[in-house]
């Protein structure tokens, strides 16, 4: 079911199966293409395979890859360092190189806050750098910590758009935020364009999860509104609802939980919720699984978790105390410990995260 949910928001697809669909959102003459983003490369190879000819840009992603006709370079995540300062005067660059009659075809996805950066007057590059790590640690909603970033940018907040005029501005968004707000997804470098489209969100990938589920016999609820709030208190409600589920459901939901990893602690918000279900799951038959659709939960190499009623057991034995490792907010120690743990490495998409319950 979480595997499913990555393959359904698979970049290179959904930009190319957009743009061959709807060929007047850059119907004519030469396209200056900017990505950025954790599915920079994947959206950029998408635009590519249908404007044959027609492209010329760049890709700020999470490591280089090769895209016809496109550089690609390389961004700092999650916190904005030397490559993402270079790879914002890079994007604002290539944006001014557009004529009256071109068309400037933003490709965005999260991550690109911290992955492409421009300082604002007067504002040093380590400040920045240091309030974004305050903000990430504060447990903060995304939408209120980007409000902060742009405010610090020239690049946030329809900074990258205007740099862009008086070329046709569109953009095409990949989103990770709840409600798809233009502003928040990276930070919104081209609020203001002529177009702006979000082409997927979380909750395309939850209801690929829940197709899985009723596939394999399963009666699947598909939860519509996004989940928000502590991942810890997210996570003990799923594994009660886990536990209390007839045989052969499941519930599926999407979004984006907030946990503060403090004092060198290891985590992250999927990790957290899923250890927190774990206690609750306790001895029943009921399964829960969180997963980062970009394959990187927190500060591990780490997707997220799948846990069971025996995830508590098999830690004590090995003399870990589950409970005191989510209060720590230590969660990827204990659930590494316990082999509980997803990894599948970048995904190259990004879309929030996804969270299934059931029992068999």
């Known amino acids: 079911m979480l595997m499913a949910a990555i393959t359904a928001v698979e970049p290179e697809r959904l930009v190319a199966d957009r743009l061959s669909r709807s060929p007047a959102l850059v119907d004519s003459g030469s396209v ?26 760049i890709a700020v992603a999470p490591e280089r890859s090769a895209v016809s006709g496109i550089e690609v370079v390389t961004g700092d995540h999650p916190i904005p360092g030397p490559n993402s300062f270079a790879a914002g005067e890079r994007l604002l660059g290539m944006a001014r190189t557009a004529g009256p009659d071109d068309v400037v075809l933003v490709l965005v996805s999260g991550g690109a806050s911290a992955m492409a950066e421009v300082a604002a007057p007067g504002i040093p590059e380590r400040d920045i750098a240091q309030h974004t790590t305050d ?10 910590v980007n409000a902060e ?68 016999g399963l009666t699947a609820q598909l939860r519509g509104e ?32 907030t946990v503060r990893i403090v004092g060198g602690r290891r985590g992250g ?21 969180s997963l980062g659709t970009d394959g990187i939960d927190g500060p591990t190499k780490n997707a997220g978790a799948i846990v069971d009623g025996s995830t508590v057991h098999r830690g004590g034995v090995l003399g870990l105390d589950a409970e005191d490792h989510l ?12 082999e509980d743990v997803v990894v599948t490495g970048r995904t190259g998409t990004n879309v929030g995260d996804v969270i299934v319950a059931l029992r068999a």
């Open 327 to 338: 209060t720590r907010h230590d969660s990827a120690t204990y659930l590494e410990a316990v």
């Open 149 to 216: 970033r742009t405010a610090m940018s020239l690049l946030k907040g329809g900074g990258l758009a205007a740099a862009a005029r008086p070329a046709r501005v569109v953009t095409l968004a990949i989103s990770d935020v709840i409600d798809s707000d233009p502003a928040t997804i990276g930070s919104g470098p081209s609020v203001g364009s002529d177009v702006f489209e979000v082409i997927v969100d979380g909750a395309a990938a939850a209801a690929a999860a829940a197709e899985v589920a009723a596939e394999e």
């Open 32 to 57: 200056v293409v900017l990505a950025l983003g954790k599915a920079a490369a994947g959206m950029a190879r998408g635009a590519v395979r249908v404007l044959q000819g027609r492209t010329r840009g």
């Open 269 to 289: 918000r999927n990790q957290e919720t899923a250890l927190a279900a774990a206690l609750e799951l306790d001895g029943s038959d009921a399964v829960v699984g």
């Open 226 to 257: 996004p989940i928000t709030g502590p991942a810890r208190q997210f996570g003990r409600r799923i594994g009660r609802l886990a536990s209390a589920l007839p045989a052969g459901s499941a519930i599926v939901g999407f979004g984006e939980t």
């Open 135 to 144: 903000l990430l640690a504060s447990g903060r909603p995304i939408h209120e």
